[in-house]
């Protein structure tokens, strides 16, 4: 009797701590104060505000640059010399 009621307090207790466990693995995503501080970007083409996640980007002298949209990316491409900032 004392065995059985052993055995079933560990399987609980070790159930609770695998799926307390498992919620931080498998929801993975923690804020952090800097995450509420978005910054805020500009395409060098347009002058637009763009969001981070929403950006089209490309890097040019080691340096990465955001866009708005595909176009704005493509005429970059084209001249970058022209829209970097000396």
Do not use: H, R, W
Not at 49 to 77: D, G, H, M, R, W
């Amino acid at each position: 009797m004392k065995k059985s009621i052993l055995a079933i307090i560990l399987i609980g207790s070790a159930t609770i701590a695998i799926k307390s466990n498992a919620n931080t693995i498998i929801d993975g995503t923690k804020t952090y104060p800097a995450d509420s501080v978005k910054k805020v970007l500009v395409d060098p083409v347009c002058k637009m505000k763009i969001k981070p996640n929403t950006a089209k980007t490309t890097v040019y002298n080691k340096i990465t640059y955001n866009f708005c949209s595909e176009s704005c990316k493509q005429k970059f491409l084209a001249e970058p010399a022209k829209y970097v900032k000396k």
